[in-house]
């Protein structure tokens, strides 16, 4: 498993600066959490570790491999996989076709095995269904497999979200958060499944998340970010009682 380092990672549009001189190292096999209030630089950071944005200046590292000015495409592809903020479904397709559709890059035939569908496309496509309802079923969406997306509970969606993610088989994780919105039960499934993504798969979670007690409680290490700058890092005990953290959520008395 790889390590990923961010080093004065810089993000500027314009005159205004995203992110200043950020830097931070997410250990693996850990779930890590980035917090601070709106405005913060939590989803650009993000975008810039996911391909989305390249960084005005500074250098991010997953092992031996810059992903400074990597796609989307090649970030996946080196296993780092991501459930956004907003969800991103087809809502007109099927949990099973969602989650069959994330693992189009491991479909490796070409259109003529597609077409007749025997031995190199059928074997693929079987090996890649069992991953996929192994997915389902670790993911409790059994229920809904066969269901469109766009009829689920915003909650059941927001799950259907993270296993699309998983599919892609990551060895980091990276959930904007996953629980925003959802009511006391649901946010107690979906820290229930962040766990299990972690001990049961080894995958390194990194999470941003306004629910400062979820942050608190599944933590192994917490870095703080507030008008894009770094201002706290630590174990969840360390960040709740630093001044620094305390005054970005609270103010100055």
């Keep these: 498993m790889s390590t990923l380092s961010v080093s004065e990672v810089t993000l500027t549009f314009g005159g205004l600066h995203a992110l200043s001189d950020v830097s931070l190292t997410i250990q693996a096999g850990l779930i890590t959490s980035i917090i601070g209030p709106n405005g913060a630089g939590k989803t650009s950071l993000l975008n810039c570790i996911s391909g989305f944005y390249h960084p005005t200046r ?11 000015h990597a796609s989307p495409h090649q970030v996946s592809h080196w296993g780092i996989a991501r459930a956004f903020q907003n969800i991103e479904l087809f809502k007109g397709l099927t949990v099973l076709d969602n989650l069959m ?50 009829n689920l509970s915003y909650g059941v969606q927001k799950r259907v979200e993270v296993a699309r993610a998983l599919t892609m088989a990551p060895q980091l994780l990276l959930l904007d958060e996953p629980m925003a919105g959802m009511n006391i039960e649901e946010k107690e499934d979906m820290v229930r499944f962040v766990l299990d993504i972690q001990k049961e798969r080894g995958i390194t979670v990194v999470l941003v998340e306004h629910d400062l007690g979820v942050v608190m409680d599944i933590s192994d290490h917490i870095y703080v970010l507030d008008f894009g700058q770094l201002i706290g890092s630590g174990s969840p005990a360390q960040v709740a009682k630093d001044p620094k953290v305390i005054e970005a959520y609270i103010g100055e008395e």
């Excluded at 500074?58 to 400074?68: M, Y």
């Excluded at 890649?128 to 409790?140: G, Q």
Aim: glycine share 6%; proline share 3%; aromatic share 12%.
């Design 58 to 68: 500074g250098s991010i590292l997953f092992g031996d491999r810059s992903l400074t």
């Design 101 to 150: 559709l994330a693992r189009h890059r491991s479909l490796q035939y070409n259109f003529l095995q597609a077409v007749i569908y025997m031995g190199r496309a059928s074997r693929a496509e079987a090996v890649n269904r069992a991953f996929v309802e192994e997915i389902i079923d670790f993911m409790e969406l059994e229920p809904y497999r066969k269901s469109p997306v766009g």
